[in-house]
Nanobody, 127 residues
């Protein structure tokens, strides 16, 4: 089992930046991929970005491409989501997730692709 703790959320003005962190602990040796999702009030949870546990193959939703960057810190077992040029429509609870089951490759963008989830961190972007 992998435990995930997100941090870094907060209130920011439109055009500003935030960096979210997702710290993984437990059986991380089986982790293959990590992803970020977000859920706005009254809406479904949507994919934001993913990265292989090795640090390669970043993949982004079209709505955040060129504004958000996902990265991995090997020493800290942490994945980051750098969010720049934030917009009010980016307001949501952001959650990270890990994939531990074997898969053949390719981007993982569906909720069902992931096995463990964090509690989430609130990001609010004011206009």
């Amino acid at each position: 089992q992998v435990q995930l703790v997100e941090s870094g959320g907060g209130l920011v003005q439109a055009g500003g930046s935030l960096r979210l962190s997702c710290a993984a602990s437990g059986r991380t040796s089986n982790t293959l991929n990590m992803g970020w999702f977000r859920q706005a009030p009254g809406k479904e949870r949507y994919f934001v970005a993913s990265i292989k546990w090795s640090g390669g193959s970043p993949y982004y939703a079209e709505s955040v491409k060129d504004r958000f960057t996902i990265s991995r810190d090997y020493d800290k077992n942490t994945v980051y989501l750098q969010m720049n040029s934030l917009k009010p429509e980016d307001t949501a609870v952001y959650s990270c997730a890990v994939r531990s089951r074997y898969y053949s490759g390719g981007p993982l963008w569906r909720e069902v692709d992931y096995d463990s989830w964090g509690q989430g961190t609130q990001v609010t972007v004011s206009s």
